[in-house]
C-alpha cells in the first residue's frame, strides 16, 4: 500500500473543541474537603472532536479543510493558533459562542476530574444559509468530505442533510462520525463509524460486543438508515464492516491500550484518504486498523503521523522476502499484536496446484504465514545436481507474489530445524504424507498440522514427463 496522501483533499465539518490537560502529582488529601490535592506540573492544550480529525490528516500529509464553530474567547484564539501551527485551512464561524473545551485534571497518572466549557448551540436560520453557502463552495475542491459529529449543534439536521444531498449530486464519498440515538439526519451517506456503545444506542436495545450481536444489529441499522459501509470500531475486538452483501470483522492491531481517546477521529482520517484514493475496502481497514493500534498506544489525544504509519508498513510492505538478520524484528512485530504464526517449508521448484492448494490451507490455520524455501544448495542435496529447476530468487520471487503468503525466508541447512527453533512457530504445517513423529522442528512448535496433497500434483512428476 503506497502511503501517500499529499494529493488528497479532505473537508471536515463538525464540532470543534479544545482539550486541556492539567496534569501534576498527588501526594496529600486536602485539609478543606476530603478530595486529592494536584501539585500542577504540566499544562497541555490538544485539538479535539473535529479539529482532532484535522489534525490526524494533517499529520498524515493530506489536505485539509475545517469548517465550523470557535468563540473569539481564550480557548478559540488558542485553538485557532494551533490549527494555524499545523497548516490546516478553516472557517470558524463565530455565533456568539463560547469554544467547547474540556479541562482535565490528571494527578498521578489518574484523572481527578473533567471540567467541561460549552454553550447550548441552537444554530438560527441565517446561519444556517451561511454555513450552506461555504459547504456549497467547498464541496467541488474536495474529495472526500468528514461529518464529526460530537453532539454539541454544529452537526444539526438541516447542515447534515444538506451536505449528504449536495455531495451524492456530484458523487463525493461522506463519512460520518455519529452521535445520538436517531440518524435521520445521515441517511443516505456513504460510510457511518460507530462504536458498539454508539450502535446500540441507535438500535435502543442492549449489544455485546460480539459478531453475532454486531452482525445482526449492524445490519438493521445499515438497512434503516440506507448507509453504503457500516464500520463498527469494537475497542479489542478490531473493526466490522457491514456492506449489504456482506459482515467481516479484522483483527485489532493493539499492542497495548494506554488511553483511547481520539482513536475514533484516527479510523475516520484514514478511512477518508483510502476513499479519496479508491482503495479497496480491506486495505482501508487493515490501514485504519493499524493506525487505531498505534494511537491507543499513546498517552491523551495524539494523532498518527506518516512516519509512524510508514514504519509499521516497512516491516510487513517491503520485506515479504526476509532473512535471518531481520527475521527477529518480523517475530517480534506479530508477537506484540497476538498474531497466530504459521510455519511451513519445502523446494517449490516447479509451482504447481497442489503447492497453491497447500499454501492456501497453511495459511488458513493461523494469521501470518511464513515459508522456509531450500536455498540452491540445499535442494541439490535433497533432489541431485540437476535441480533445482528454477533458482532460489525466482522461486522466493514466485512464492512472494501469493497475497497468502506473508513472508520468504531462504534456508541453506538439509532441513529447517534451526529456523523452526528461532521461530517457533504456533503451527508447524507439514504435507499429509509425514507421520507426526518424522516431522522435524516439531518440538519447536505449539502445534503441528499435517494438511493433505492435492493427488496427481508433483515438481518431479512434471519434470519426468517434459524429459520423456
Known amino acids: 500500500m503506497k502511503l501517500n496522501f499529499s494529493t488528497v483533499n479532505i473537508l471536515v465539518v463538525g464540532d470543534m473543541m479544545l482539550d486541556i490537560y492539567y496534569t501534576g502529582d498527588v501526594s496529600r488529601i486536602s485539609p478543606e474537603a476530603p478530595v486529592p490535592v494536584v501539585k500542577i506540573g504540566d499544562t497541555t492544550n490538544r485539538l479535539g472532536g473535529a479539529c482532532n480529525v484535522a489534525n490526524n490528516l494533517s499529520h498524515i500529509n493530506a489536505n485539509v479543510r475545517l469548517l465550523g464553530l470557535a468563540g473569539d474567547d481564550a480557548h478559540g484564539k488558542i485553538l485557532r493558533k494551533m490549527l494555524d501551527n499545523i497548516k490546516v485551512s478553516y472557517e470558524l464561524y463565530n455565533f456568539q459562542h463560547n469554544t467547547t473545551s474540556k479541562l482535565r485534571v490528571i494527578g498521578s497518572r489518574q484523572q481527578i476530574v473533567r471540567l467541561d466549557f460549552e454553550d447550548e448551540i441552537v444554530l438560527d436560520s441565517t446561519s444556517i444559509k451561511e454555513i450552506k453557502k461555504t459547504i456549497k463552495s467547498d464541496l467541488k475542491l474536495n474529495d472526500v468530505i468528514i461529518i464529526s459529529d460530537y453532539g454539541k449543534g454544529f452537526c444539526c439536521d438541516e447542515i447534515c442533510t444538506y451536505l449528504i444531498s449536495e455531495a451524492k449530486k456530484i458523487s463525493k464519498p461522506i463519512i460520518i462520525d455519529p452521535k445520538g440515538n436517531d440518524w435521520t439526519k445521515y441517511k443516505g451517506a456513504t460510510v457511518v463509524t460507530p462504536n458498539v456503545k454508539e450502535l446500540a444506542e441507535v438500535a435502543n436495545i442492549s449489544i455485546k460486543n460480539t459478531d453475532e450481536d454486531v452482525y445482526k444489529y449492524g445490519r438493521l441499522i445499515k438497512d434503516r438508515y440506507d448507509i453504503e459501509y457500516l464500520i463498527v470500531t469494537r475497542s479489542d475486538q478490531g473493526i ?221 512428476n512434471i519434470i519426468n514427463k517434459i524429459s520423456s
Open 240 to 460: 466490522t464492516v457491514i456492506t449489504s452483501d456482506y459482515a467481516k470483522t479484522f483483527k485489532a492491531e493493539s499492542k497495548e491500550v494506554f488511553d483511547v481517546s481520539g482513536a475514533g477521529d484516527t479510523v475516520v482520517s484514514i478511512l477518508a484518504v483510502s476513499f479519496a484514493l479508491n482503495k479497496d475496502i480491506t486495505e482501508t481497514i487493515e490501514l485504519a486498523n493499524r493506525a487505531a493500534g498505534i494511537v491507543v498506544g499513546k498517552a491523551h489525544t495524539v494523532p498518527i503521523t506518516i512516519d509512524e504509519l510508514k514504519e509499521s508498513y516497512n516491516l510487513i510492505e517491503h520485506s515479504k522476502m526476509i532473512t535471518t538478520k531481520n527475521l527477529d524484528k518480523v517475530l517480534v512485530y506479530y508477537r506484540d499484536r497476538g498474531k497466530k504464526i504459521v510455519f511451513t517449508n519445502g523446494c517449490f521448484d516447479i509451482l504447481h496446484i497442489g503447492h497453491v492448494k497447500y499454501l492456501q490451507a497453511a495459511k488458513e490455520v493461523g494469521d501470518v504465514l511464513i515459508v522456509g524455501l531450500n536455498s540452491d544448495k540445499s535442494v541439490k542435496v535433497l533432489k541431485g545436481n540437476t535441480r533445482p529447476i528454477n533458482n532460489q530468487t525466482d522461486r522466493a520471487t514466485l512464492l512472494s507474489a501469493f497475497s497468502f503468503i506473508d513472508h520468504v525466508i531462504i534456508f541453506n541447512d538439509e532441513t529447517p530445524i534451526e529456523l523452526i527453533k528461532t521461530i517457533q512457530p504456533d503451527v508447524l504445517v507439514k504435507g499429509g504424507d509425514y507421520k507426526l513423529e518424522e516431522v522435524v522442528g516439531r518440538e519447536y512448535a505449539a502445534k503441528v498440522e499435517l494438511i493433505d496433497f492435492v493427488e496427481g500434483y508433483s515438481s518431479t
